[in-house]
């Protein structure tokens, strides 16, 4: 684990996002906040832009965090320091990392100052016939191919979703190299750039050294981190092999488990078993690390030691949804007038053939509804008279013969 240790204030940040400032800043040396663009979420009560200073945030916490805060914000805002220049660079690139600690009269942890996320990582999505530009949410990774159609995004291929899952572990590598714990791992915390193949991750102030409260979110819970216990590195690696299955396959349910087990990626041999044991090892100890997701993405082997971890089955893949109603043809008009005498015409072309047929209708009842031929019956009458005749005279000769 890489060593974060905390810089006194006031000492510039060498920050290649474009502003340096104090480590630990007033409130009121930030000058006017601009109306909050978001409010009440997670640990912050709002988070505002900086008037005189575009592209970077004020993001403000509840009152009630605890005094060691503010040496954690410290911790964080020091920890690229003690990073390699690429993997400084990458984490100041890819993440809203924190800039500075905001304190006030009484409080050392006011909040902290954050980049915005840049602007390609908003696109217009259509709602309906309006449209409105916003921040891309990686779960469009997850979604059907219809539904990303109709926002009007690029349908992502194999490639757009490989090269934002490389992008998605390198963060996560590094964040594991320096002991943090990020515990967040999701679909709302990360936004894709379907231009850029890459990746934004946010609300990375939260991270902790180590472990940290479990961070609750439906359909995430990690079967071997028992309710009402810390998240750890164990935690984040079963929740970011689930964003990565989930990114990689284009499904959101058990089927992305059972798509990974066929191991369709020939060029990333390794891919399948990594995240296999990532979701499924029974000893949660046993769970790949980040890097090594990472380097399985990146068409690298996976070495493990030996012998192999054993895994839970995979659960079982849910029935497909119920198909709507079959669509009906519609009704011949031509074949619905030749059914009633009622029927009308649709179109003033087929005017005279609706005329055609109405009469060839009636002819047809009225064929079934007239008097007998009296022609007809007088040849029946006379055919049964003779039979009748001839069975008569038969007898006759019989009775006849006996005397």
């Not at 198909?323 to 009622?342: E, I, S």
């Not at 079934?368 to 008279?385: F, G, L, Q, Y």
């Amino acid at each position: 684990m890489t060593d974060l240790r905390p810089v006194a204030d006031g000492v510039p940040a060498v920050d290649p996002r474009g502003w340096s400032l104090p480590r630990a800043v007033g409130l009121g040396d930030l000058g006017p906040l601009a109306e909050p663009i978001s409010e009440h979420n997670g640990q912050a009560v709002a988070v505002r832009p900086l008037t005189d200073h575009p592209g970077w945030l004020a993001k403000l916490y509840r009152p009630d965090l605890h005094p060691e805060d503010a040496r954690r914000i410290d911790l964080l805002i020091s920890a690229p320091d003690t990073l390699p220049e690429a993997e400084r660079a990458a984490l100041y690139a890819g993440t809203c990392w924190p800039a500075a600690r905001i304190h006030g009269p009484g409080d050392p942890a006011v909040g902290c100052v954050i980049p915005m996320a840049p602007e390609h990582y908003r696109a217009e999505l259509r709602r309906g016939k309006f449209g409105e530009r916003r921040f891309v949410e990686i779960d469009w990774l997850a979604k059907s191919d219809e539904s990303i159609r109709r926002v009007g995004l690029p349908r992502p291929g194999f490639e757009d979703r490989l090269a934002a899952c490389r992008r998605l572990t390198e963060l996560a590598a590094i964040l594991e190299r320096l002991g943090l714990v990020y515990s967040d791992w999701s679909f709302s915390n990360a936004f894709w750039s379907p231009d850029r193949r890459s990746v934004y991750l946010i609300d990375v102030d939260g991270c902790r050294p180590d472990r940290m409260p479990d961070i609750h979110q439906p359909n995430w819970a990690d079967p071997l981190t028992p309710p009402g216990s810390d998240a750890d590195r164990c935690t984040d690696r079963y929740r970011l092999g689930l964003l990565v299955a989930k990114c990689l396959t284009g499904q959101r349910d058990a089927r992305a488990f059972h798509s990974v087990s066929l191991s369709p990626w020939p060029d990333q041999p390794a891919l399948s078993e990594v995240l296999l044991d990532m979701l499924f090892a029974t000893d949660r100890e046993r769970r790949p690390a980040a890097a090594q997701l990472n380097q399985a993405l990146n068409n690298g082997p996976y070495l493990r030691v030996a012998p192999r971890p054993t895994r839970t089955p995979l659960p079982p893949v849910p029935p497909l949804p119920a198909p709507g109603p079959v669509p009906q043809p519609a009704a011949d008009p031509v074949a619905a007038k030749n059914k009633t005498v009622a029927a009308k015409s649709v179109s003033v072309k087929n005017k005279s053939v609706s005329v055609k047929n109405k009469s060839v209708t009636v002819e047809k009842k009225v064929t079934k509804t007239k008097k007998k031929d009296p022609a007809t019956t007088w040849n029946t009458e006379w055919i049964w008279a003779l039979a009748f005749a001839v069975i008569l005279l038969i007898g006759i000769v019989i009775a006849a013969a006996n005397h």
